[in-house]
């Protein structure tokens, strides 16, 4: 997995940023798990297209709401790329199988409850995953070219399915996203980076002092 990252060292311990994990997430691995014989199997060409970078942002949301702690998930959640393999596998199917009429209601359902959900044992979450699923996988996102998911954002980018194309025209897509990414595009307040921002500082104070001499018992010196 490949991240863009500002690395600092103190004594020893190795402290890393994860900047624009989101966009180096969706750019360097998932959409690589996607063969270009993959890619071109579906029957339904450019609905598959649309409904696969919707899956792949369904992806990269969840697993970035994890940095966020509680206000992303109740309980964390080990998410892996074989929910998005299996799930992309089901969108295919769907596809081949219901040539005239895609059911969203049953694709939602196997990848937001029976998928990921089988992960998920919060019932708030597990509402919060099917909720998050339905921005992305529905009639609309796939009919329009216009439709954003984080319309709140348009005015900055607009982010969204890219005009139909190879599989690089996504990378490439990814690519161009803005470096710092705003929490509203995960589907949370925009102050939500303060906390997350806070969290990640305490944690790292607290490892700092933790690796500070101590002094030694009945009055001795340190050996610093």
């Known amino acids: ?54 899956l792949t942002w369904f992806h990269s949301v969840l697993l970035e709401r994890r940095k966020f702690k509680a206000l992303g998930f109740n309980v964390p959640y080990e998410f892996n790329d074989s929910d998005y393999e299996i799930c992309h ?10 040539p005239d009429e895609t059911p969203f209601d ?16 919060d019932k708030q979450d597990v509402r919060l995953t099917r909720a998050i ?22 005015a900055k980018f607009r982010y969204c399915a890219p005009a139909e194309g190879e599989l690089d025209t996504y990378r490439t897509f990814i690519a161009s ?22 969290n990640e500082t305490y944690a790292m104070l607290g490892t700092i002092l933790s690796l500070q001499p101590r002094a030694a018992s009945g009055g001795g010196k340190s050996r610093e």
């Open 1 to 54: 997995m490949h991240f863009v990252r500002r690395e600092k060292t103190y004594k020893g311990l190795s402290f890393e940023t994860e900047d624009a994990m989101f966009k180096a997430y969706g750019r360097s691995k998932l959409l690589n798990l996607i063969s270009e014989e993959q890619f071109t199997r579906c029957g339904q060409r450019s609905k598959y297209k649309k409904l696969l970078f919707a």
């Open 89 to 98: 596998d089901i969108v295919i199917v769907f596809l081949d199988e219901y």
């Open 106 to 121: 049953a694709m939602r359902y196997l990848i937001a409850e029976a998928n990921y959900g089988g992960r998920v044992t």
């Open 133 to 154: 699923l339905g921005i992305y996988l529905n009639e609309h996102a796939v009919d329009s070219d216009s439709y954003s998911y984080a319309p709140e954002l348009d």
């Open 177 to 198: 996203f803005p470096l710092i990414d705003s929490p509203q595009i995960f589907g949370l307040h925009q102050n939500a980076d303060i906390t997350c921002a806070q």
